[in-house]
Structures are given as structure tokens and as C-alpha cells.
């Protein structure tokens, strides 16, 4: 599975998201960038009742990317959705405000110390409505929901996939720069499969 990501910044957060559903087996995931090489996984939940696992890994682009080739590479052969995106205005020494909250029950709360682009990976089953004060950009992954919020302050932000059986959760709260906050910069979706 591979991707396209051109960005216009320096110092961008490069954060890929990676569902997979409806799989007994989940394998091994990979994820490495043309120019950007290997990326850093940051969390994994592996729901083994229910057959669901999502990923989280992340690389820092010291440069603005053109055309950069993002690979998902996989021992799953089926089931896979990703959503892959850029933050501008991130931390790029210490990107991470606070530890991952990982799970597989819903809600899942994530509490921030001060600004931060708050960001969920989620593995559902059924229909979701979006979590109040979130964003879910359209199209979204087939098989989970990615939002996403930019709060002014801090705070404790919650999602709870309402509508649906919440399978996988991975929250983050991405920090700051210095005098700044941080701003969704880019996002696009991958297909389903590999």
C-alpha cells in the first residue's frame, strides 16, 4: 500500500495512522518514505477478540516533501485502511505532550497540559457519528474513524465512536512548539488492502 504525501513546511510531523479488521492474523506493519526512511512506530493495540488492530508511527520531515512515497508494508493480506497526514507547528524534539492512551473499550480519554492537535485512530464495527467537538475529515477510513481536534487550551478530550462497537482506540496529543501551536497541515487517505 503506498501513498503520495507532498507538503509546503519544514519541520512537519508525519504521522501515519493503519487499521486492520475482520483479520485473525495481524502480522508485522511497516512504514518508510521514499526520501524519509523508516518510520518510528508509536502505538499498537491488538484486540485479538474481536480480530481488529491499529497502528500509529510517525517520522519527522526536516524539509518540505514533494511527492514523497509513503509505503505500508504488511504480512496482512487483506483488511487494511491507513490514513496518513502532516502537522505543522509540532514539537519536533519531544512531538509527543503525553504517554499514548490505548484501548478496546470506549470512551478513551487523553488530558493535555496546554494547546495541542489531539488526534484518535479508531477501529470500529457499524455506523459512528462523530465525537462533539471533533472533526472526521470525508472520506474517512472504511473500516474505523480518524479525527481529530485542535484544542486553544488545555483539557481533557473524549471519544466514544457513538453508534458503533469501539474495537481499537490510540489517542495523542501532539505538543507545541515553542510560541506556537500546532495545525493539521495535510491529510490524505490511503485505500483498503494492500
Known amino acids: 500500500m503506498t501513498i503520495t504525501l507532498s507538503t509546503t513546511s519544514s519541520n512537519d510531523l508525519i504521522i501515519v495512522d493503519v487499521i486492520n479488521t475482520q483479520s485473525s492474523i495481524h502480522g508485522t506493519i ?17 484486540n485479538g477478540s474481536t480480530n481488529t488492530a491499529c497502528w500509529r508511527f510517525y517520522k519527522v520531515a526536516a524539509s518540505p516533501l514533494s511527492s514523497e512515497i509513503i509505503t505500508v508494508s504488511s504480512t496482512i493480506s487483506q483488511y487494511l485502511d491507513a490514513v496518513a497526514y502532516g502537522v505543522s507547528g509540532a514539537n519536533t524534539v519531544s512531538p509527543w505532550q503525553v504517554a499514548s492512551v490505548t484501548g478496546t473499550t470506549e ?7 496546554d494547546a495541542a492537535f489531539v488526534t484518535a485512530n479508531i477501529v470500529i464495527n457499524g455506523s459512528v457519528t462523530t465525537d ?32 458503533a462497537t469501539t474495537q481499537n482506540v490510540i489517542l495523542d496529543a501532539i505538543a507545541p512548539a515553542a510560541g506556537g501551536g500546532p ?3 495535510l491529510r490524505t487517505l490511503m485505500g483498503e488492502g494492500v
Open 30 to 46: 511497516t512504514v518508510s518514505g521514499s526520501t524519509l526512511g523508516s518510520f518510528t512506530q508509536r502505538a499498537e493495540v491488538d
Open 132 to 163: 462533539t467537538g471533533w472533526t472526521a475529515p470525508t472520506p474517512n477510513v472504511s473500516f474505523g474513524l480518524w479525527e481529530y481536534r485542535i484544542p486553544t487550551g488545555a483539557g481533557t478530550f473524549t471519544v466514544s465512536a457513538a453508534g
Open 183 to 185: 495545525t493539521l497541515f
Open 107 to 113: 470512551p478513551q480519554s487523553i488530558t493535555t497540559s
